[in-house]
């Protein structure tokens, strides 16, 4: 390389190492003789603004969103085999009336040709008794869908006396014994063994005490509301102004289904959490703060509805 093209590209790299040394320094990576030969690291990504919503987001398609998340939390505790039976019912004894009416008009137009009076008088009486039996039916199935929903078979993310994971100062749970904080240790030890999703299967089977069995609400084994994968919390928090609970792992809903078994058929409680859980709170302001309790409603259907909150 002749000397003018040496000195040339010497002051090239000279270069290079001064405006590495400028935006970068050293220490980040590189050495200064990689500067000198032109290595130099990327710059850091300047962290993305957080695009402020408009009103048509933050009154309409958010609101909708938040519904139907909502309802799809409903359902696992709407579509029990109890329900349907009962909405099965219902349609069924609607049927039965509706075929009634048809058998008593068949009937009437019978009683009219006067020689098809005697078996126009049968099916009428037939019609009769099942518009009875049908409208009984019906009556019946409508009247415990509709017990079973006012009673808490349908639930939604808030305590019945205030909202979900506000701090509750007022408020206290029931503690945590050695004796329950040994068995939360042993549950998470016992299922640390499995895979992810044996981890899931066998929490969902529930917990059995004196022949009564508890099962949690499927959404909280999911990525549903205050579930293990949840991912929706940050904006649900920032959107509503409340801080939302979630469960972090499949121990933590074990731990609130075992809960469940302390309280009576459509009663809540708050109970404080065990040491080690790895339940999180997601607050508005967009940070992270840990739970120390949860609240559990108990449905008269043997699921349990739950949420990690702060009380006290």
Same mark, same amino acid.
């Given at each position: 390389?002749?000397?003018?093209?040496?000195?040339?590209?010497? $002051?090239? $790299?000279?270069?290079?190492?001064e405006e590495a040394a400028k935006h970068h320094g050293y220490g980040q990576g590189i050495l200064p003789v990689d500067a000198f030969n032109?290595?130099?690291?990327?710059?850091?990504?300047?962290?993305?603004?957080?695009?402020?919503?408009?009103?048509?987001?933050?009154?309409?398609?958010?609101?909708?969103?938040?519904?139907?998340?909502?309802?799809?939390?409903?359902?696992?505790?709407?579509?029990?085999? $109890?329900?349907?039976?009962?909405?099965?019912?219902?349609?069924?004894?609607?049927?039965?009336?509706?075929?009634?009416?048809?058998?008593? *008009?068949?009937?009437?137009?019978?009683?009219?040709?006067?020689?098809?009076?005697?078996?126009?008088?049968?099916?009428?009486? *037939?019609?009769?008794?099942?518009?009875?039996?049908?409208?009984?039916?019906?009556?019946?199935?409508?009247?415990?869908?509709?017990?079973?929903?006012?009673?808490?078979?349908?639930?939604?993310?808030?305590? $019945?006396?205030?909202?979900?994971?506000?701090?509750?100062?007022?408020?206290?749970?029931?503690?945590?014994?050695?004796?329950?904080?040994?068995?939360?240790?042993?549950?998470?030890?016992?299922?640390?063994?499995?895979?992810?999703?044996?981890?899931?299967?066998?929490?969902?089977?529930?917990?059995?005490?004196?022949?009564?069995?508890?099962?949690?609400?499927?959404?909280?084994?999911?990525?549903?509301?205050?579930?293990?994968?949840?991912?929706?919390?940050?904006?649900?928090?920032?959107?509503?102004g409340n801080p939302q609970g979630r469960f972090g792992s499949a121990a933590d809903v074990h731990f609130a289904t075992e809960k469940g078994?302390?309280?009576?058929?459509?009663?809540?409680?708050?109970?404080?959490?065990?040491?080690?859980?790895?339940?999180?709170?997601?607050?508005?302001?967009?940070?992270?703060?840990?739970?120390?309790?949860?609240?559990?409603?108990?449905?008269?259907?043997?699921?349990?509805?739950?949420?990690?909150?702060t009380i006290g």
């Open positions: 390389m002749e000397l003018p093209t040496l000195a040339q590209e010497m $002051r090239r $790299r000279v270069g290079k190492a032109g290595v130099t690291p990327q710059p850091k990504p300047k962290p993305k603004k957080k695009k402020k919503k408009g009103w048509f987001s933050k009154y309409v398609t958010d609101p909708i969103k938040h519904g139907v998340e909502d309802v799809g939390g409903y359902m696992g505790s709407v579509f029990t085999w $109890r329900n349907m039976l009962d909405a099965g019912s219902t349609a069924l004894g609607l049927f039965m009336m509706s075929l009634a009416g048809g058998m008593e *008009a068949g009937g009437v137009l019978l009683d009219a040709t006067g020689v098809g009076a005697p078996a126009g008088l049968a099916v009428n009486v *037939a019609g009769a008794f099942v518009f009875t039996a049908g409208g009984a039916m019906a009556l019946a199935g409508a009247g415990d869908f509709i017990t079973r929903m006012s009673e808490g078979d349908v639930q939604n993310a808030w305590a $019945r006396g205030g909202k979900q994971g506000s701090s509750k100062g007022d408020i206290k749970g029931k503690p945590v014994s050695q004796e329950e904080q040994d068995a939360f240790e042993r549950s998470q030890q016992d299922l640390e063994k499995l895979s992810r999703n044996k981890q899931i299967a066998q929490v969902k089977k529930g917990v059995e005490k004196d022949g009564q069995k508890l099962k949690p609400e499927g959404a909280l084994t999911s990525g549903a509301k205050h579930g293990i994968d949840w991912e929706g919390g940050p904006e649900r928090a920032s959107d509503s078994m302390e309280l009576k058929p459509g009663t809540s409680g708050y109970f404080e959490l065990p040491s080690g859980n790895d339940c999180i709170e997601y607050m508005p302001d967009g940070t992270i703060r840990k739970p120390n309790a949860v609240w559990v409603k108990r449905l008269k259907t043997g699921v349990i509805h739950a949420y990690p909150t």
